[in-house]
């Protein structure tokens, strides 16, 4: 069975608030014609006009619940990375560690690139909203930080040591080497989402992520012979 998008668990979180007294039907009205927007268009080209339009409600409606669009978004997006996001994107990483612990550092690096670049690929328009959104609303970052981005770092950084006192990673600050793990992944998916390049239009994903690994793990400097 395919596993649910991160769109449609935003719209399951919407759904399952029942309480009245935290959310009317009106405001689940709006969140999810919000969340449908703001991904197919992104949240600047979005209207609250369209929102509205989108929710069925009057647009006047949507100022008696939230003060402006970006308390919408904040609506929507704060509390689901949280209660949602959070464990949607660690689940799998968690799982990578798990069972490639004891195989080469290359080889878990291959597989967890492979599959953050698959779950951004299989959401696309919803990570656009977190990705874009968090260059231009503090709020945003500071959640995505807060709860994604400090667990991971700490996942990888206890698999960084553990492969120090390994002697199969040479003992460089823990920290620089996660920045440079998390550098790759993130250069991996701007090239392949949003840039296009001819390069990866000439080589498979698999293919990237294999040139990607490789000179992680052995620099572009020629050391010869």
């Known amino acids: 069975m395919n596993k649910p998008s991160l769109e449609e668990g935003l719209l399951q979180y919407v759904e399952e608030l029942k309480d ?14 919000s969340i449908k927007l703001f991904a197919e268009k992104g949240f600047h080209a979005s209207s609250t006009a369209e929102i509205a339009r989108e929710a069925g409600v009057a647009e006047g ?3 008696r619940h939230y003060k402006s669009k970006k308390d919408i ?13 959070r464990p949607f994107i660690l689940k799998d990483v968690r799982e990578i560690f798990r069972e490639q612990a004891g195989k080469p550092f290359a080889q878990i690096a291959t597989e967890l690139y492979r ?6 690929i299989h959401n696309e328009k919803t990570f656009r ?6 260059f231009f609303h503090e709020e945003i970052r500071e959640a995505l930080i ?24 040479r003992p460089l600050p823990p920290e620089a080497v996660f920045r440079a793990v998390l550098s790759s992944m993130i250069g991996l998916v701007l090239f392949r989402q949003v840039l296009d390049t001819e390069d990866f ?5 698999d293919e990237q992520i294999d040139l990607t690994v490789d000179i992680l793990m052995n620099g572009i400097g020629y050391k010869g012979e």
């Open 20 to 33: 009245e007294r935290e959310m009317t039907e009106k405001q689940r009205s709006i969140l999810r014609a």
């Open 129 to 134: 909203i977190l990705l874009q959104e968090a």
């Open 73 to 85: 978004l904040l609506a929507v997006v704060a509390p689901v990375l949280v209660k949602f996001a």
């Open 115 to 120: 599959n953050r670049l698959g779950m951004i």
């Open 201 to 205: 239009q000439k080589r498979s994903d």
């Open 61 to 63: 409606t949507i100022f």
């Open 146 to 169: 807060s709860t994604v981005f400090s667990d991971v770092k700490e996942m990888v950084q206890k698999l960084i040591e553990a492969k120090v006192v390994a002697r199969e990673l």
